[in-house]
């Protein structure tokens, strides 16, 4: 049964028609083969994480320099990630998927093998590198496999794989390091690969090149040195105290000068590396700005809720790992349930009520206290997960439903990078607006402990004030609580966040008499 949408957004140009798809048998085989290569290096992004402590002792690097093993991958992923949408274009996607996937798992082995902190980070460049072109062309090569009345299915796969690697990593990581060692964090990508290079070998069909499109060098140059260097600081500026360090003004300087000369060859030139027909099209401009935002809202919030979990709640790395498990679930079954209802209403419907429900989990977690159970932090989690799996399907759609088909593999470059780019920001001004937050609100509290004070006498009537014991105990109680309230006044600000991205739903482009999009299939 098919049904039109009566706010849908306009279908894409220059679409093959219905009947040259491949057969049902065939795109089942082709997207097994690059969801694969997509969770492959989704849980890349984090899986290294919790072994970092293991690899400082065999390499034997210091705490500031084994870091370096995480912020090469996340650099070498974000330069890499548009370029892999001009080299698509250029050679053709089948080709530099295949190449990529090969390179992924043989820098993988190299990680696993090095015996030397400078050999792991060029390993994990090469890695990053690799790796960082496969999600968005994993994106475009099910766009382009599965008809538009099959799009918000194929999304609905797309989403679940790369939004729960990075979920999956640390836990994952955890269990690998445990029981056999670091360097299988690394090893278990290779026969993983070989599997997704066969796949898009035998069943993914080639594209044809396009030997004319020229080399922006310039333009490349540019961007690349504004990511990098954007990147660069957000990782370090936690370690260096952010605008403290002069390290991080002269990341922040590089960063803006860079992508202001991008910025300008863009719109002055023609054939850039960035092509300006992308910012043309309002509605990608919309999806790929509540895509960042989007990345802000769903991982600016994990790691203070680890740290919440573990440092003021008291649980184990192990338990809060299985706390975290029913937002992972929720978000995966909402990926895979929204796109069967997307065929009777408009897209923007179900990313309001994603970023509402979103708020919700956000405000219940707002709400969470030293005396509250498991089952509350359990519920809060699902919560925003299913409001978060709300999300994928339809931004994707509203992103891509009236971008034309020649420009998929840059659009699906720049859709993910905006959403990387939002992660990266996301953790980075969530924790450190978090650690503001709770030494304002010690200064605050400790403003009130005085012997006369009711609650210092509810709390500790027997006070020595002459003791250092007791004046230590007071000042853990009292940093507890401005922890508490610091954790309490991020989930809070997210959650408005949330709400107020409802707005950017105004500015998507309604369909036009006569281009309305192909209705979804609903079975």
């Known amino acids: 049964m098919t049904a039109r949408t009566p706010d849908a957004v306009s279908a894409a140009p220059s679409a093959p028609a219905e009947g040259s798809y491949p057969n049902p048998r065939r795109r089942l085989l082709i997207m097994l083969s690059v969801l694969l290569a997509t969770v492959m290096v989704a849980i890349d992004t984090t899986i290294a994480n919790v072994a970092l402590p293991h690899m400082q002792a065999s390499l034997m690097a210091g705490p500031e320099e084994v870091v ?128 997704a290079a066969l796949g898009i070998w035998f069943f993914q069909k080639a594209d044809p090149p396009a030997p004319k499109v020229r080399f922006d060098f310039f333009g490349f140059a540019s961007v690349s040195i504004a990511i990098g260097a954007l990147q660069i600081m957000l990782d370090r500026g936690q370690q260096l105290d952010w605008f403290q360090s002069p390290e991080i003004w002269i990341e922040a300087g590089v960063a803006a000068l860079a992508a202001w000369f991008a910025g300008v060859h863009m719109f002055t030139r023609r054939d850039t590396f960035i092509k300006v027909g992308l910012f043309v099209d309002r509605n990608f401009v919309v999806g790929c700005l509540l895509g960042m935002l989007v990345g802000v809202v769903a991982f600016g919030a994990f790691p203070i809720f680890t740290a919440l979990l573990q440092r003021q709640l008291g649980y184990s790395p192990l338990l809060a790992g299985e706390l975290m498990t029913p937002r992972g679930l929720s978000c995966a079954i909402a ?63 509203i992103a891509f439903a009236t971008l034309k088909a020649d420009l998929r593999n840059e659009g699906s470059a720049m859709f993910n990078l905006a959403r990387n780019l939002g992660m990266a920001v996301g953790v980075s001004v969530i924790q450190r607006n978090t650690l503001v937050n709770q030494a304002a609100n010690h200064a605050r509290l400790a403003e009130h402990v005085r012997p006369d004070a009711p609650a210092v006498q509810w709390v500790m009537p027997d006070t020595d004030w002459t003791s250092a014991a007791d004046l230590a105990r007071l000042n853990q109680l009292v940093t507890h609580q401005a922890d508490m309230f610091g954790y309490i006044n991020g989930f809070a600000a997210l959650g408005v966040l949330s709400i107020l991205m409802i707005g950017l739903l105004v500015f998507i482009r309604p369909a036009k008499p006569g281009s309305i999009a192909p209705a979804v299939l609903v079975e």
């Open 68 to 195: 370096w093993v995480l912020t090469s991958y996340i650099v070498a992923a974000a330069i890499g990630t548009p370029l892999g949408g001009w080299l698509a274009t250029r050679f053709g996607r089948k080709r530099v998927m295949l190449i990529s996937v090969c390179g992924f798992a043989v820098s993988s082995m190299a990680c696993g093998i090095a015996t030397s902190l400078e050999l792991e980070v060029l390993a994990r460049l090469l890695q990053g590198l690799f790796g960082a072109g496969l999600i968005p062309l994993s994106q475009a090569t099910l766009l382009d496999t599965y008809p538009p009345s099959l799009h918000a299915r194929a999304m609905g796969y797309f989403a679940v794989g790369s939004m729960l690697g990075p979920l999956l990593g640390p836990p994952l990581g955890g269990l690998i390091t445990d029981a056999i060692g670091w360097r299988w964090v690394f090893f278990i990508n290779v026969p993983f690969g070989i599997a």
């Open 335 to 397: 990926m895979l349930i929204v796109p069967k209802f997307m065929g009777h209403m408009s897209p923007r419907l179900p990313v309001a009520l994603g970023l509402v429900v979103t708020a919700a989990g956000l405000f219940m977690h707002a709400m969470l206290s030293p005396a509250t159970d498991t089952q509350a932090i359990m519920i809060a989690g699902a919560v925003q997960g299913f409001g978060i799996g709300l999300l994928f399907v339809p931004m994707s759609l």
